[in-house]
């Protein structure tokens, strides 16, 4: 039996995932208590300039990483997405839940596709991602920064302040909000962001009895698809300074793979593809970001 001291963001969505990992650990029956933890991070702090400006994703990680050292805490519980493709010396992901619906959701009233939005509309978003491949099919529109919670960027596009915003459906389906999509957005016109929907779960790495009370939590397919994606983006030295979108997912026996390199007004895409083994899943992720980076490597902005 053991009490688990489980840190998390303080947003709705984080508590919510938080609260998942909670019940996960507590219905496998061995006796184990949680409790939440919320630890307020940098990233949470600065919403009015793009993640891209104050130090990118890390920023949503790092006190949660600091409490997790100095035994705060048992485990943290990440969107897998903001966390870093190289953990600091001492830390590990010890397991990946279930992902959930990976796409993009288009939030526009009546509006069903990007191709609906009407010409110069304006979209909030602080994703350089987004923005390069919403730029790159659609020129015209006006792409404006957007941060803070689910709520207030919904908010902004019912008050008409906003023709449009995206989210992740992910997010969406977990907040019990998946109505509030006007669509999804399908990944072959819209690459997800690195591990978009995978939950992941990070301990101190000589936390031999938390490990093994999170490994059940472990979902394989997850895991394998979210190792071929960060490994692209480990190849691309990605950051939140550059659009790089990717995406895994079984076909068969087989692992397909898709990976996306923008500049950052979306003048220029570069794509890889691979299919393979899934135990092949690091290098396939890590081949496709090295064909890129030989084709666009020579840019400065990379």
């Keep these: 039996m053991k009490h688990l001291k489980i840190g998390t963001r303080g947003s709705p969505l984080a508590r919510v995932q938080a609260s998942m990992v909670a019940a996960a650990l507590q219905a496998q029956g061995d006796g184990t208590t949680t409790e939440l933890v919320i630890i307020k991070t940098t990233g949470d702090h600065v919403l009015d300039r793009p993640l891209s400006e104050i130090g990118g994703k890390g920023l949503f990680t790092k006190e949660i990483e600091e409490a997790l050292f100095d035994g705060r805490i048992d485990l943290a519980v990440h969107s897998l997405k903001d966390v870093a493709t190289v953990l600091p010396d001492g830390l590990e992901l010890a397991a990946v839940l279930p992902r959930e619906d990976p796409r993009d959701a288009l939030i526009a009233g009546s509006a069903r596709r990007l191709a609906d939005l009407p010409n110069g509309a304006v979209v909030g978003s602080a994703s350089l991602r987004r923005r390069a491949q919403l ?168």
């Design 135 to 302: 730029l790159a099919a659609r020129p015209d529109l006006q792409v404006v920064n957007l941060r803070g919670s689910v709520d207030t960027r919904l908010g902004k596009v019912a008050k008409g302040e906003l023709h449009a915003t995206l989210l992740a459906m992910a997010g969406l389906k977990r907040l019990g909000k998946p109505e509030a999509a006007s669509a999804p957005i399908d990944t072959a016109e819209l690459l997800p962001a690195v591990a978009q929907g995978a939950i992941a779960i990070e301990i101190r790495s000589d936390d031999f009895p938390t490990r093994e009370l999170v490994a059940a939590l472990d979902d394989r397919p997850t895991a394998t698809a979210v190792t071929a994606e960060r490994s692209f983006l480990r190849a691309l030295d990605g950051s939140c300074q550059t659009p790089i979108a990717a995406f895994a997912r079984f076909d068969g026996e087989d692992l397909r793979f898709d990976g996306l390199l923008a500049t950052p007004d979306g003048d220029r895409l570069w794509r890889a593809k691979r299919l393979g083994a899934p135990s092949d899943a690091a290098r396939l992720g890590a081949d496709a970001g090295a064909e890129i980076r030989a084709d666009a490597g020579s840019l400065a902005w990379l």
